[in-house]
């Protein structure tokens, strides 16, 4: 019983940090049908920005986060602006968009690797305590603090995409960005909303990860590619499927590894990647269409 | 009302409009007929400016048009039908219905609803189902009624009887002409189903080949006999 509860505890961390990674990224693809693997390193360099702010300049934690949130919502944007748009605007595949999110991938992490160095980082902020223990499986109150700072977000992100107009308007260009063209709506504004939304959803996913592990400058990729895998087993068009989608793979992950060596925990995530791609690329929550 | 004025273009090297010239009536119901591949879908494409016109002006009340940003169409009162996929299947009817609404405000939104909700009942009883749920015939309302939210004066209709029973098409036809006799809409409806959209149309204009080839009345269409050039070209 202790276990299985240390396995749901463990896999609810993950999944709740996978799942921060790829409300962003889902939010992005949704909107503009292409693949932003950079993602993932605006993540690490929300983690590293907060790091500048906080131990090297010394500014107050909580202020270096907004002022972390804003800087990332703004390269977030002008990516888009002056990277992804006028490729767009030229035409290009989405296949040409992926290739240049990766470029962009490895030109933020080796910045990264320029500036900060290759040697790990941590904020040193909270002092390491002991776990909580419940019927024997112990958690961290930072732990607590991450699942419940996430699952508050992902409600105030749902709320927001179904309440408010511009969430309205996001839902519809990312369901028919044609018709939504036809019907007034501005694409270009809705494609810079969902990439400043997303990166400011990347860069507390990076401050609460750089709590929880260390910041190197390679952080990302793995992210992403979680990121990535729990979109996909979810829906990579629906956000709340990439929510779920990302807190089972968490799960099944930390299940898996407690049978096998933690070394296949990647391995898992990918088995689960490429079976979901064959079987049902459209996730367990793919939007419905009627004519599919 | 609307002024087409040899207009021209191309999809790639290919010249699909090759000098196009009509002209609308206001209140009217217009229909296009033509074979498939004679370039109607893009001359009402060319009108809303989703392809680039190569050649020729478009002038809307006078004033021209022609390249005009869709916002700034859509400002001007002319709103846009397009076959296929033709509502926000994952939103509901009501937000359908509000993303036609655009930038109104409250009271204007209620005054909408009541407008599109009177002509079409069946989609106030549905208004929180979302789209993909409607049948095919209230699939073609909705799309109709987000249309109207914009208060329209020219309604480019691309095809609105694809994929509808007999009985529906009827029923299709029918609103073009309510929402032309309540709300003196005036409309352009590409149209393959030719025995019942001639009932209701005021004038209609043969497309052959990239050029308008015949124009006249209903009347005028069928004792001209060059009707069967729509489905022999």
Redesign the interface.
């Given at each position: 019983m202790a276990i299985l509860l240390q396995i749901l505890f463990n896999g609810l961390i993950a999944g709740s940090i996978y799942a921060l990674v790829a409300v962003g990224f889902s939010l992005i693809y949704s909107t503009g049908r292409f693949m932003h693997f950079a993602h993932g390193a605006v993540v690490a360099l929300g983690a590293y920005l907060q790091y500048w702010f906080f131990n090297l300049i010394g500014i107050n934690f909580y202020l270096s986060f907004i002022l972390t949130l804003f800087s990332v919502s703004l390269i977030g944007y002008l990516m888009h602006r002056f990277v992804y748009k006028p490729l767009k605007d030229r035409g290009s595949s989405s296949a040409v968009l992926l290739i240049v999110s990766v470029g962009l991938m490895i030109v933020i992490e080796n910045f990264i690797l320029l500036i900060f160095g290759a040697n790990v980082k941590s904020y040193s902020f909270l002092e390491i305590r002991k776990g909580i223990e419940i019927a024997g499986a112990l958690i961290t109150p930072l732990q607590i603090f991450i699942i419940a700072i996430s699952v508050a977000l992902f409600l105030l992100l749902y709320f927001f995409m179904k309440k408010s107009k511009l969430g309205r308007i996001i839902r519809a260009v990312s369901d028919n960005p044609e018709l939504a063209r036809i019907s007034g709506i501005n694409a270009h504004f809705v494609h810079s909303a969902s990439f400043i939304i997303g990166s400011a959803m990347a860069s507390l996913a990076g401050v609460l990860i750089a709590l929880e592990q260390n910041l190197e400058p390679t952080m990302g990729l793995n992210l992403i590619v979680k990121g990535f895998t729990g979109a996909v087993i979810g829906g990579i068009m629906s956000i709340p499927g990439s929510i779920a989608g990302s807190f089972f793979l968490g799960i099944v992950e930390n299940a898996g590894i407690w049978y096998l060596p933690s070394g296949y925990k990647d391995a898992i995530a990918f088995v689960i990647l490429f079976l979901f791609l064959i079987f049902k690329p459209k996730g367990i929550f793919g939007v419905k269409k009627r004519d599919e | 009302m609307l002024k087409i004025e040899n207009l021209k273009t191309n999809y790639g090297d290919l010249e699909v409009l090759k000098g196009v010239s009509l002209e609308i009536a206001p209140k009217s119901v217009n229909i296009l007929m033509g074979p498939n591949g004679a370039g109607k879908t893009t001359l009402l494409k060319s009108i809303?400016n989703?392809v680039d016109v190569t050649q020729g002006r478009i002038y809307f009340n006078g004033q021209d048009i022609t390249g005009m940003p869709?916002?700034r169409l859509?400002s001007f009162g002319i709103s846009?039908v397009?076959q296929g996929?033709?509502?926000?299947?994952?939103?509901t009817v009501e937000?359908n219905l509000?993303?036609?609404a655009?930038k109104k405000s409250r009271e204007e939104v209620e005054r909408s609803f009541e407008r599109v909700y009177g002509i079409f009942p069946i989609l106030r009883e549905k208004r929180n189902d979302?789209a993909?749920n409607l049948s095919g015939g209230q699939?073609q309302q909705l799309a109709i009624g987000?249309v109207l939210m914009?208060d329209p004066r020219l309604i480019l209709f691309d095809e609105p009887s694809l994929g509808l029973s007999p009985k529906l098409v009827r029923e299709v036809f029918h609103t073009i002409k309510d929402i032309k006799d309540r709300f003196g809409v005036t409309c352009i409806v590409v149209e393959h189903n030719l025995k019942s959209v001639l009932k209701i149309a005021d004038y209609g204009f043969i497309l052959i080949n990239g050029l308008i080839s015949y124009h006249g009345t209903p009347d005028d269409i069928i004792s001209s006999g060059e009707i069967k050039k729509v489905f022999t070209g």
């Open positions: - | 809303f989703l869709t916002h859509l846009y397009p996929k033709i509502n926000f299947d994952s939103l937000e509000l993303i036609g655009g979302y993909y699939q987000r914009q």
